[in-house]
């Protein structure tokens, strides 16, 4: 369950709010970890990654692991898919003060403890960026590691420059060379 927000003013707690993220979705067995940025605002009220149904995730991840099925699935079925699948789930902002759901958006953002994770995913052979600024953000977590970063298009609703087709296209010809 998704803690709810926390008042980084306690003294007036209408002037600003810490948003925390999700917890990450992991295993032994991962190949490879997507990153996002941090949820929208769909995905901390539902407290499920990729909530918002405009948004590209699940249909793609269905592209990338041969699952149809995956987007019509329960929630924790989903999870467990992608773990099934090799593939984990988290975000390169920890916590952050945001208006909306735009990543433009975020202020006051806590990095999160990705080289604390990274020693609990001996399989793992890459790193997933769902967009730019996920990008930008791990870039600056994964300094001096030896791991392959790679920058997809953001599957967000935000990101229509790209069509769905396109979008998945390119996360398939970047994933399913690593994921065995």
Known sequence: MQPPPVSTNPANPDASTRLIG??????AGIQVLVL????????LQAAQYYAHPRNAFWPVMAGVLG???LPD???AQRLARLLAGHVGLWDAVASCEREGSLDTAITAAQASDLPSLLPRLPALRAIACNGAKAYQETLRLLRGQDLPLLRLPSTSPAHA???LADKRQAWEAALRPLLR
């Open 22 to 27: 999700l917890a990450p979705v992991v295993d």
């Open 36 to 43: 996002g940025s941090f949820p929208g605002a769909a995905s």
């Open 67 to 69: 699952a149809p099925e």
């Open 161 to 163: 420059g790209l069509r």
């Open 73 to 75: 699935l329960p929630y």
